[in-house]
Each structure stands twice: as C-alpha cells, then as structure tokens.
C-alpha cells in the first residue's frame, strides 16, 4: 500500500490489496478448478466426475501449490515491514523500528530475481508462482530484501531510484533464503 507522507517521502507496506494482487492468479485458478468439478458432477457419471475431480486436483496443486508456498514466505518477511523512499536514500523499518537507512550511492550491486517473461516484458506469463519476485540491495556492510508483496514494482524500483544497473538473475522460482 503506498503511503505519501508528505512531498518528497512515500512509504510502502503490504496491504490487503497487495494481497489480492498477487494471488489473484491462484485464485482464479481455484475458481475455474471448482466450476470445472461442479461441472463434472453435472455433466458426467459418478465415477468419471471422480477421475475428473482427482486430475483437477493434482493439476491445482501442481499450478498453485508453490504460489502460496511463496505468498506465504514473501507474507512472512514483510508482515511487519514499512519501506520509506525519500528523494536520495530509503529506509527499512520492521516493527516500526529503522533497520536499514541507505542512500542511493552506497548501493554497490542490486540483483532481481524474476522469471524471464518478468524481465523481459514486465509481465509474469505461465504459472502463478513466476508473479513472485524480489530484489537484493547491497551495500558494504548490508544485503537488503526486498519482495514485490512490500514493493509492487522492483524493476521500476531498480531503475528509476538507483544510479547502477540491476543485475537480473532468471529465476522461474524465486524463494528467498
């Protein structure tokens, strides 16, 4: 959710929007997974339904299983985190306490870890997991995350607030250690 505190300060901090952004896809997915079984019921004997029903269900796990795996980790790190993005330098608060404050020239290497359709078009086409993307800040003496479930758009982010070239990593998985 953005934040304008006031003319040159925008804070960042995850919504019930961001939420809903993300796993949309997944979401959707469900959907047509219950619309398609109450079809099967409708449509076909007990016993094809049921091979239908099981199918769907391997094939939501297979699609989705990992999007919420990774919903629930990107959640996990940045519950609690607040990103402020002043004109030269942003901080990183957690728990409303300032872990990091950074300005745009200690940034030495900045890594993106996204699908290749991500970085290629900054679109996540496939499966729902390839939406989830995070960006590594490095500095001297800290490595900084940043997952798109805080910051909707990490690329735009590496760009447009840093003096240096992002480094893209092609990651169809992007789990964050």
């Given amino acids: 959710m953005l934040e304008r505190l006031n003319d040159d300060i925008y804070s960042y901090k995850v919504s019930n929007k961001d939420h809903l952004r993300l796993s949309s896809t997944s979401l959707f997915y469900l959907f047509v997974f219950l619309i398609g079984t109450c079809a099967a019921f409708i449509f076909y004997p007990r016993k094809e339904a049921d091979l239908v029903t099981f199918t769907g269900i391997i094939l939501l796990l297979a ?25 030269d330098f942003f901080e ?26 991500y970085i290629e078009s900054g679109i996540a086409r496939g499966v729902p997991f390839m939406e989830y993307n995070y960006m590594e800040i490095k500095t001297s003496t800290d490595t900084i995350q940043i997952n798109n479930l805080l910051y909707p758009d990490l690329k735009q982010l590496a760009l447009n607030y840093f003096d240096i070239t992002p480094i893209y990593h092609q990651s169809y998985f992007a789990n964050i250690e």
Wanted: net charge positive.
């Fill in 63 to 87: 699609f989705t299983g990992p999007a919420f795996y990774l919903h629930y980790v990107y959640f996990t790190k940045s519950q609690h985190q607040e990103l402020r993005l002043h004109d």
């Fill in 92 to 117: 990183l608060f957690e728990e409303n306490v300032l872990k990091f404050k950074i300005r745009k020239k200690d940034a030495q290497n900045i890594h993106l870890f996204m699908s290749p359709t």
